[in-house]
C-alpha cells in the first residue's frame, strides 16, 4: 500500500462544478503539499499546511492530522482549471524528502 | 524575475552515452532537488543538496550523479549506468527543508534509444 493515496485518480466535470480532490497518508508528517502539474510539464506550489485550512482565490485545502486526511477543493470550476493536482506529505523523520502521491488527472469541460 | 530554468525542454541520446541535464536558480535557495517522473507514477527523488558542495542519494539515485559547486547551479548526468534512462526529470529548489514551498523547473525530457 502507497504511504500517500490520492482520489480520484481521473475526474472530469462540467465548467462550473465544485470539485473535491482527496488525499491520504499513513505516516507523521510535519507539512503537506498540494501542486498542480499542467499538459507542459510544469508544477507549480498551490499550498503548504500543516493543520486548518488555507484559500487562495477558488482553491481551498483542508487537513486533518487526526483522520491523515486533506481535501483540495477548487469552487466554480473553469477549464483553465483542468491539471494534474498533485499531493506530497515531508515525513517527521527526513527534512528533505517528500513522499509524493500519483496525483489526480483533473479535466473540465466548457 | 526570480526562478528555476532546465535546460533543454527535450534531448535525445543514444544508449550508453552519459548527458548532463542543466538546472540553474536565481531564487537565492539553499536546497535543490532532482526528480523523475515516469507516467501514472509519483514523482521519485534522485538526489537533494541542502548547501553547496554537499548533495545526498535520494530513492533512485543509482545510475545518476550530482554536482553543487555554486548555489545556483545543480546539473545532474544521467550515466551509462542508468538501466531505463527515458523519463521526464524535474529540478526542484527550496529555502530550506520540505517546510518551505517548492519551485520547479518546466523540466527536461530525455529519450535514450
Known amino acids: 500500500k502507497n504511504e500517500v493515496e490520492q482520489s480520484p485518480q481521473n475526474l472530469t466535470a462540467q465548467e462550473g462544478e465544485f470539485i473535491t480532490i482527496n488525499c491520504s497518508y499513513s505516516?507523521?508528517?510535519?507539512?503537506l503539499h498540494w501542486l498542480q502539474q499542467h499538459p507542459g510539464g510544469g508544477i507549480v506550489s498551490l499550498f503548504m499546511?500543516?493543520?486548518?485550512?488555507k484559500k487562495h482565490g477558488r482553491l481551498i485545502a483542508t487537513i486533518n492530522i487526526q483522520e491523515k486526511h486533506s481535501s483540495l477543493h477548487i469552487t466554480a470550476s473553469h477549464p483553465r482549471d483542468s491539471a494534474v493536482y498533485i499531493c506530497?506529505?515531508?515525513?517527521?523523520?527526513?527534512?528533505?524528502?517528500?513522499?509524493w502521491g500519483a496525483g489526480t488527472k483533473l479535466i473540465i469541460k466548457p | 524575475d526570480g526562478g528555476i530554468t532546465q535546460s533543454p525542454k527535450y534531448l535525445f541520446r543514444k544508449e550508453g552515452q552519459n548527458v548532463t541535464l542543466s538546472c540553474e536558480q536565481n531564487?537565492?535557495?539553499?536546497?535543490m532537488y532532482w526528480y523523475r517522473q515516469d507516467p501514472g507514477q509519483g514523482l521519485r527523488l534522485i538526489y537533494y543538496?541542502?548547501?553547496?558542495?554537499?548533495?545526498q542519494k535520494g530513492d533512485i539515485a543509482e545510475g545518476y550523479s550530482v554536482s553543487r559547486e555554486k548555489k545556483e547551479s545543480f546539473p545532474l548526468t544521467v550515466t551509462s549506468a542508468q538501466k531505463n534512462p527515458t523519463a521526464f526529470y524535474l529540478c526542484?529548489?527550496?529555502?530550506?527543508?520540505?517546510?518551505?514551498?517548492?519551485?520547479f523547473g518546466n523540466g527536461t525530457r530525455l529519450t535514450v534509444t
Open positions: 526542484a529548489s527550496s529555502e530550506g527543508s520540505y517546510n518551505s514551498p517548492l519551485h
Open positions: 531564487l537565492n535557495h539553499d536546497a
Open positions: 543538496s541542502q548547501i553547496v558542495n554537499d548533495f
Open positions: 505516516v507523521g508528517i510535519s507539512a
Open positions: 499546511l500543516s493543520s486548518g485550512k
Open positions: 506530497a506529505v515531508g515525513h517527521m523523520d527526513s527534512n528533505y524528502q517528500l513522499i
